[in-house]
């Protein structure tokens, strides 16, 4: 049996992490098996579905490296591949369904759906949902209801009684009582539009689907689609039910959590490479050990019998881990590339800079590399270089658990020795003002960072002595005699 698998989202929001694993899962395991993997649009929901959408899937994937075998923009020999672009065979099925006693045509109205469940809330009736009402009408009836114009949507027989079971690669078989499923479902909406259900199991069957690879909060839909291949006389793919993403809190991952976008991540500053690292070990695991794959590596290891029935859990902080290793493989020259764009867009370097500004940014690569988790941290780490930075406030210059009038002495030593570096060399710059703490019985941080605010802006940045000599002595010495003169109108 040829692998053939599908990634079907909506467009009606941004891509996000739970939608892009599900995407990987099935991409590495159709390369894994020399399978097919088709890139289908479910975009029937036309009121919340958007342009907008629709590129930011295109271009997730693409940004990614993930090249779908069929779908839109590709074409293949199953196409359209976007539903919306299906309904005429929807309409063709959901008839034949009708035609052969499976389905049936549903004349009720709103309204009376409406009252229908108010009065079954009012009653706390056992029977929740559709009553069934027009599953039984006459052909006399049905005929004068058609004749009058009364609009129909066409809804699924289920069963009364028995049960129905799928098996499930990780659950196992998975039954349930089929007069818990949803009753009598609409298949077909009566301004001709088919529901999720009917469109899904319809094209996995004409696409060929051999495999489904979808979260698990499908799996309650997983009796009635079996009704719906057992309707249509045509034999189910197999199923995987992936494991939810969770935040650390055990609730599944949303904004609550941090940005769950892949634009987002994107923007920040993650590179590809770590993002599909990270994301392909929430829920699956090579051998428990192994962390670090290629995504080439992932398309041949890839297997359905490695991903775990448990929730993954999605940690921003090893996300920042991954990112920064991954950073640091690069060269030089290869990051100075991934920095620009962010240093375009805060204004440091011009849309049209030139081997100059480039060759600059080369040269500060090796005293940030070590220091980056994401490619966006490059705009704070050297503001201080590019920008007048604003006067620190007095607290911003304090080390915990040391007062204002000793900072200001330590500032003070630390400008005689500042003002007098050039020439030497960092390990005896260092040494001395080492000494300016054990002198005042304080600690290394206490003479340290006070320096780095007053010339840098932050607390973090690139080394010390680094960043004084590519800012230039003027300008240390001006930004310490401004930290000076804060201090002591505190202490004053």
Known sequence: MSVRVRYAPSPTGMQHIGGVRTALFNYFFARANNGTFILRVEDTDQERSTDEALQDLYDTLAWLGVKWDEGPLVGGPHGPYIQSERFSIYQEYAEKLVADGKAYRCYCTPQRLETLREEQVAAKSKQQGYDRHCRNLGESERHALEQAG?????????????????????MGDITRRNDDVSPDPVLLKSDGFPTYHLANVIDDHMMGITHIMRAQEWIPSGPLHILLYEAFGWEPPMYCHLPMVMGKDGQKLSKRHGSTSVRDFREKGYLPEALINYVSMVGWSYDGEREFFRPD?????FSLEKISKAPGIFDYKKLDWYNGMYIRQKS??????????????????????GPQEFARIVSLVPLVKERLKVLGDIVDMTRFLFTDIEAPAPEELLPKKQDAATTLEALRRALVIITGMQGSED????????AIAEEL???????????RVAVTGSQVSPPLLDSIR??????????LERAISILQNEVA
């Open 297 to 301: 590596e992932l398309c041949e290891l």
């Open 441 to 451: 019985g304080i600690k290394l941080n206490g003479v340290f960072m006070p320096i």
């Open 332 to 353: 030089d020259e290869e990051l100075a590339t991934l920095l620009m764009p962010y240093m375009v867009r805060s204004g440091f370097m011009a849309p049209d800079a």
């Open 427 to 434: 390990a005896v710059v260092e040494e001395r003002l080492g």
């Open 150 to 170: 009364t609009p129909s949507v066409i809804r699924l027989k289920v069963p009364l009684e028995g049960k129905t079971t799928f098996h499930d690669v990780l």
């Open 470 to 479: 590519l800012l230039g002595l003027d300008k240390t010495v001006a930004r």
